[in-house]
Nanobody
């Protein structure tokens, strides 16, 4: 099971980025996929999660209305569209897989398979 996040970069506050999570060695459509981020000196936090069927999506409060998670199972890829980016969104973003979205205290948590991250930097 391999996951790879991509699409990060440097953007000004108010800008947008779309992250992609591509899978190799397995079919993403059997799994819920979550996006997590870790800023320097901070703990990793769950940002968003989408169920395998796309019927359920979850967002941490700080990104609601700005981020949208989606999936294209035909392309074996999950996306995180990030709009109205803020400097506090700066972090390394990771995608992860599990059979279901696990949400603890309003945040995605407890995924089983993790990919390498992609850096997102938002300048003020």
């Amino acid at each position: 099971v391999q996951l790879q996040a991509s699409g990060g970069g440097l953007v000004q506050a108010g800008g947008s980025l779309r992250l992609s999570c591509a899978a190799s060695g397995f079919y993403l459509d059997y799994y819920a996929i979550g996006w997590f981020r870790q800023a320097p000196g901070k703990e990793r936090e769950g940002v968003s999660c989408i169920s395998s069927s796309s019927s359920s999506t979850y967002y941490v409060d700080s990104v609601k209305g700005r981020f949208t998670i989606s999936r294209d199972n035909a392309k074996n890829t999950v996306y995180l569209q990030m709009n109205s980016l803020k400097p506090e969104d700066t972090a390394v973003y990771y995608c992860a897989a599990s059979l279901i979205c696990k949400v603890v205290a309003g945040r995605p948590d407890g995924m089983d398979y993790w990919g390498k991250g992609t850096q997102v930097t938002v300048s003020s």
